[in-house]
């Protein structure tokens, strides 16, 4: 069964603390992002990486760091540098990074008390 | 800037009615357009895009959406809504920096 997958759905954490979002994506596509969806205002990008060991800083990157050591995996970590973590993050993969169609995982929501 | 407008925030529709939500986008260059569906507790997925030849694109489920390129616009359309497309809907567009760029997205709710 072909897709993308996050983990956990809900996640809560102190405020104060690093926590590592995960996505895994089994379609062999070369892309990988990740998206922060908040309410009324869409989804914002915060990193997406073209290909194993690349990756580039979106538009809300502040806060937040990104690995990807496998084709496979692009992990994100909200760091307490991160001032308003609470939201419900997105992962998504494309063939290529573009004009590709983007394939999206069912999201972490993010809690931070 | 560069950015994706969508005028709607909530459309309330009764089942039959016809749909249409707008999208504008702020950019002259050649784009990709995208529109995508959350239903209710599933993923976010493609229901149709546009990238060259003829402006009007069907999608899955019966939407369409018209490329306006003198108005900068990706309006989706529907000719009868069921309560099955209670869901929100998302306008993106890829251009000006290769980097997808969403709406703020328009709440669809569907009366029975």
């Known amino acids: 069964d072909g897709g993308i997958t996050q983990s956990p759905k809900y996640l809560f954490r102190k405020e104060g603390q690093n926590v590592t979002l995960s996505c895994e994506q089994n379609l062999n596509h070369d892309a990988m992002y990740w998206y922060r969806q908040d309410p009324g205002q869409g989804l914002r990008l915060i990193y997406y990486?073209?290909?194993?060991?690349?990756?580039q800083k979106g538009d809300i990157a502040e806060g937040y760091s990104v690995s990807r050591e496998k084709k496979e995996s692009f992990p994100l970590t909200v760091t307490s540098a991160q001032k308003n973590p609470t939201a419900f993050y997105l992962c998504?993969?494309?063939?290529?990074?573009?004009?590709?169609?983007?394939?999206f995982g069912p999201g972490t929501r993010l809690t931070v008390l | 800037a560069q950015s994706v407008s969508q005028h709607n925030h909530h459309v309330i529709l009764s089942e039959a009615a016809s749909l249409e939500l707008g999208c504008n986008y702020s950019y002259g260059g050649t784009v990709n357009l995208f529109w995508y569906v959350q239903y209710p507790g599933q993923h976010l997925q493609l229901l149709l895009k546009y990238f060259s030849g003829d402006p009007l694109v069907k999608g899955i489920k019966g939407f369409e959406a018209e490329f306006i390129k003198s108005k900068f616009s990706f309006n989706l359309r529907k000719p009868s809504v069921q309560w099955s497309d209670t869901a929100e809907y998302f306008c993106a567009v890829n251009g000006w920096d290769n980097d997808m760029r969403f709406g703020a997205g328009t709440r669809l709710t569907v009366k029975p």
């Open positions: 998504a993969s494309s063939l290529r990074q573009g004009d590709d169609e983007q394939f």
């Open positions: 990486s073209q290909i194993v060991n690349d990756f």
